[in-house]
């Protein structure tokens, strides 16, 4: 059987070809390989439809399109990279000449060989992507034919979601954006990792429930937020999964809150992972966690990636590709979401029940650790600890940060002293 | 027309002669003078009045003094600079050896060029300053003629007062002192800054009343205060001004409470000046703030200053002169502090009207910059942050801080949102 | 008459060579020296006794033990350093080859001179502690006769109390664990310069009371806090010393509640003192302030020591010798800690009864310093600091603290404040 890495990074390959958009067939599709993996439902919101401030727009799809030149080759081929299309361009068929042309023509300069990916969904327009070096083969007395063979048409923005139940209705909000084409970190990424998460997370127990949603970036989140009010007061925490596959160390963006429950476990288990990392607090643009902290809602939302919004040359253009993303950084974003999720999972507020003085712990019969004599000394200091601050103030992720033990050894204490009464859940 | 720090350097300049002090003909020949600019009230307070803790002292006014020797030239002499009086000396005239004047004379060793200024307000007696050159050519065995004629009698004591009506009766308190005699920076820097700064308010819509005051350091103050109990429940904001036109970096000295939104401004204003400059805590010692921030006022007032009381060698010195204090220095000083005044004048904390997800800002007639890339994405971030921190908690000002952005952007943003009815006044 | 720290060394040689332990005859002998010096009371409670969590165990007491080879030399002898005997060991005579013996002896591979210091409390077992030197030198076909003539039976914990009423029934604790048999630092220092302390406050005026414990370490604190539940709410303050005579400077480890008066007087002192020092948070292990700021009690004890516990070579040695504690450190200790006494006995908050400006203070008659021209600067500003703090909410530490200044120059000025009315107590 594959290693984890390369499982997910199956995934981003199998779904790198489709031309995705917030609407259309190839999002339908991509949901669709989703569903083979994970069970989640999509869901169909017609255009037109009022979304809070937003109204769902008319359903976009593209067969095919080309720039041609008078000898008829396709100079520039949608069929080739579907990022050569402005995402939602208008139909068009005509012929022109390249000063024409040109206002409809985007490069990068600074990058030569790379196609930057452009999108109009709001503003009915058309145009091609294209290197700088293919804009600078076109000659400018020669007649091209441009076709874009899309249409614009009332149709349905769709979404796929996944609720695992849980012991308790209190829910995690797992949300990644399934809108963008062939970008493999910028996307499909996430969803590689969202997707394994919650096969994962559908073979365990689970004190919370856990609902993942695969939405278009924006227009998706803010239709979810718009249907589903009365879920909104469940969700305990929640996490924006994106860019998880380049070779940058982890970021966690907080959520606007600054000091949720999930802030303070994604920074101790970044804390203690042992690899570089960084905690940066919110603000209001990058992902969907820009409408889950929308101050209306004010969830308590952070954002998980390695390269940042905007923030590697990468960003937004053809070399966001397959060998931009990397089967160890997948696997690693994985396992560090997941010991996040047990930290949440694990965390209570337990009272002592001889807070007057120490227990005289020798007395108990305290499960022993294995380890060595360090790991040893670590659990002794975890039993003194949990003991000293289960006051009822402190929960087990406050005292591991307070005594600057890991979690898990904090959490084995607990579940030690509970085991012998010394504990009880406040 | 001259620019304005070479109007401020004049005024000042035409002050500087002026022998004066915390009662007085010098006084009020001052006030005089910046009623020539703007239309100040002249108050006179009788001596003796009990003002909080402190009593109205008697008037004192001088014509002459002089140190001669025995064949008559005034070695000492009050009429080349008035510095050379102990300010507040008592009436003398008699003949005296070195040792006995010597316990009258005041030099400053470490600079023997320079003359010191000293004061006796509220302890009679009489003295001279000299620079220590000026003592080295006393002779030990001459006959010395010493002559102060001064007056020390009940009179009054005068300051002047301008309240500059606005939209509100909330007030913002501008203060300088106005007793030292021939010292440039400390007392006619402020003095013009405030003269200048009360023109230009006048001459344009205001949110807030401006109140100026040019009062004798201290008893002025606590004269003022004494007087206009019914006054100070209304004051939002307050600054005192002093040494403003030397070189040295702008320092602003937080006001007691330390987190007014005076201090914020300021300290926003400064950050974001692209020059070096200071934010210090309160302390009880300095300028008239110690009145203004004593504990059972304890009003948002701080100070602005550049060299600091006390912290440079010309300070209460002969070398604070005309050459110490330049025109740019002054006019920088100024703008600096209108540009405070602005902060306060707009900031307000307004409501996000659609706080639930992001509106559909594309929806919107936002009014565009038309500023270069830079400038379009800063002002797009500062829509962004608008709305995601109107949520009534937050002002303009606060939002500006979290988001590192400008002022003056942030409320750019908000008029515009504003205007498109995407926000309402809190 | 010798100097204060020698006075401590001669204290800590007289007790260096009594095997003392949780219980027995060499604490009840350590007890009786200690109140030959001040009036302690002693305590004895029952083996059997329930305290909190705990349960007193039986007395040991022991003769003799040694290690003899077939010769019937001593090799390992108690009358020479009773470090030699696992403290608590039941008694055994028997004779054995070193396989057998080895199970029982410990020693320091990394300090092959040295002899570690072991006990076993509450699980009976016996054992021999020597240098790794010494355990080179036995032979694997030798039979050694090995005895410990201990004895472990119902008798009593033995502890001592002394409580110096003053003004106020509230109290500050002193205590120390007497319970180290010959360890110089870990134990002896402590209760040297507790006794010292105990003698001096008893000489002087006191606002708090004082109550010292000598107490065996763990058990005689909870025993302690079992028996006094109606004296802990007027515990004020609290200190436990330990490590007081080596050469490392002075830490203070917080009480548990971290901003405790006595934490702030600790650090203030410190700062000011000139000295190098540490001021590190409370952890739940260490000595007896473990028990004092245990949830249930939370009190507000910190601990003073040198060296840290577990955190020096010689810790639990024999290199913790009367060579390891010096006079000059003994002595700057307990001068550290009367200053922090000092700081608690006169730290109080006041008001100010002219709080509108600043009193006209040349109108009073206040103290002037007799110092030079700097300290009369800082008597000044601490008049002006206490006038505009004095405000209610601020103790005179806290001012101090605030205005940086020594809690010394702070008290003086309030005390002359007071003296012209200016201030009154809260």
Same mark, same amino acid.
């Given at each position: 059987?594959?290693?984890?890495?390369?499982?997910?990074h199956?995934?981003?390959?199998?779904?790198?070809?489709?031309c995705?958009?917030?609407t259309?067939?190839?999002?339908r599709?991509?949901?669709?390989?989703i569903r083979?993996?994970?069970?989640i439902e999509?869901?169909?919101?017609?255009?037109?439809?009022q979304?809070?401030?937003?109204?769902v727009?008319?359903?976009?799809?593209?067969?095919?399109?080309?720039?041609k030149?008078?000898?008829g080759?396709?100079?520039?081929? !949608?069929?080739?990279?579907?990022?050569?299309?402005?995402?939602?361009s208008?139909?068009i068929?005509?012929?022109?000449?390249?000063?024409?042309l040109?206002?409809?023509? !985007?490069?990068?300069?600074?990058?030569?060989e790379?196609?930057?990916?452009?999108t109009?969904?709001?503003?009915?327009?058309?145009?091609?992507c294209?290197?700088?070096?293919?804009?600078?083969?076109?000659?400018?007395?020669e007649?091209?034919?441009?076709?874009?063979?899309? +249409?614009?048409?009332?149709?349905?923005l769709?979404?796929?979601?996944?609720l695992l139940?849980?012991?308790?209705?209190?829910? #995690?909000?797992?949300s990644?954006?399934?809108c963008h084409p062939?970008?493999?970190?910028?996307?499909l990424?996430?969803?590689?990792v969202?997707?394994?998460?919650?096969?994962i997370l559908?073979q365990?127990?689970?004190?919370?429930?856990?609902r993942f949603? !695969? #939405?278009?970036?924006?227009?998706?989140a803010?239709t979810?937020?718009a249907?589903?009010?009365q #879920?909104?007061?469940r969700i305990?925490?929640?996490?924006?999964?994106t860019?998880?596959g380049?070779?940058?160390?982890?970021?966690?963006?907080?959520?606007?809150?600054?000091?949720?429950?999930?802030?303070?476990?994604f920074?101790?288990?970044?804390?203690h992972?042992?690899q570089? +990392?960084?905690?940066?607090?919110?603000?209001?643009?990058?992902?969907?966690?820009?409408q889950?902290c929308?101050?209306? !809602?004010?969830?308590?939302?952070?954002?998980?990636?390695?390269?940042?919004h905007g923030?590697?040359?990468?960003?937004?253009? +053809?070399a966001d590709?397959?060998?931009?993303?990397?089967?160890?950084?997948?696997?690693e974003?994985?396992?560090?979401?997941?010991?996040?999720?047990d930290?949440l999972e694990?965390?209570?507020?337990?009272?002592?029940?001889?807070p007057?003085?120490?227990p005289?712990?020798?007395r108990?019969?305290?499960?022993?650790?294995a380890g060595n004599?360090?790991?040893?000394r670590?659990?002794?200091?975890?039993l003194?600890w949990?003991?000293n601050?289960?006051?009822?103030?402190?929960?087990l992720?406050?005292?591991?940060d307070?005594a600057?033990?890991p979690?898990?050894?904090?959490?084995d204490?607990?579940l030690?002293?509970?085991?012998?009464?010394l504990?009880?859940?406040?």
């Amino acid at each position: 059987m594959k290693d984890i890495g390369h499982q997910l990074h199956d995934l981003i390959r199998r779904l790198y070809p489709i031309c995705r958009s917030i609407t259309g067939a190839g999002l339908r599709e991509t949901l669709h390989i989703i569903r083979e993996q994970i069970p989640i439902e999509l869901r169909e919101v017609p255009s037109g439809t009022q979304a809070l401030d937003w109204i769902v727009p008319r359903e976009w799809n593209i067969r095919d399109a080309w720039i041609k030149n008078s000898a008829g080759d396709r100079l520039v081929d !949608f069929r080739k990279l579907n990022l050569h299309v402005v995402n939602y361009s208008v139909p068009i068929k005509a012929r022109m000449q390249l000063a024409e042309l040109k206002e409809h023509l !985007f490069t990068l300069p600074e990058h030569p060989e790379w196609v930057p990916y452009r999108t109009s969904y709001y503003k009915e327009s058309w145009g091609f992507c294209l290197s700088e070096q293919e804009l600078q083969r076109l000659r400018a007395n020669e007649d091209y034919e441009v076709c874009i063979d899309s +249409s614009l048409k009332d149709g349905y923005l769709t979404y796929g979601e996944l609720l695992l139940p849980g012991d308790s209705t209190e829910e #995690v909000l797992v949300s990644c954006h399934v809108c963008h084409p062939s970008l493999a970190d910028d996307n499909l990424s996430g969803i590689a990792v969202a997707v394994e998460l919650a096969r994962i997370l559908g073979q365990t127990a689970r004190r919370y429930s856990y609902r993942f949603l !695969f #939405v278009p970036g924006t227009i998706g989140a803010i239709t979810w937020l718009a249907r589903n009010e009365q #879920v909104i007061p469940r969700i305990r925490h929640g996490l924006v999964l994106t860019c998880l596959g380049d070779q940058s160390p982890i970021t966690y963006k907080r959520s606007r809150r600054g000091n949720a429950e999930i802030d303070r476990a994604f920074a101790h288990v970044l804390r203690h992972s042992g690899q570089r +990392s960084d905690v940066i607090d919110f603000f209001p643009y990058g992902y969907d966690e820009r409408q889950y902290c929308s101050p209306g !809602f004010n969830l308590p939302v952070g954002c998980v990636m390695r390269a940042r919004h905007g923030g590697f040359p990468e960003y937004h253009t +053809s070399a966001d590709n397959l060998d931009f993303v990397r089967p160890e950084a997948l696997a690693e974003s994985l396992s560090t979401i997941l010991a996040v999720i047990d930290v949440l999972e694990q965390n209570r507020t337990y009272l002592n029940r001889k807070p007057k003085g120490e227990p005289q712990l020798g007395r108990y019969d305290l499960i022993k650790s294995a380890g060595n004599e360090k790991e040893r000394r670590m659990d002794e200091l975890a039993l003194l600890w949990v003991l000293n601050l289960s006051d009822g103030e402190h929960s087990l992720l406050e005292i591991a940060d307070h005594a600057n033990l890991p979690f898990a050894t904090v959490k084995d204490a607990a579940l030690s002293l509970l085991a012998v009464n010394l504990l009880t859940p406040r």
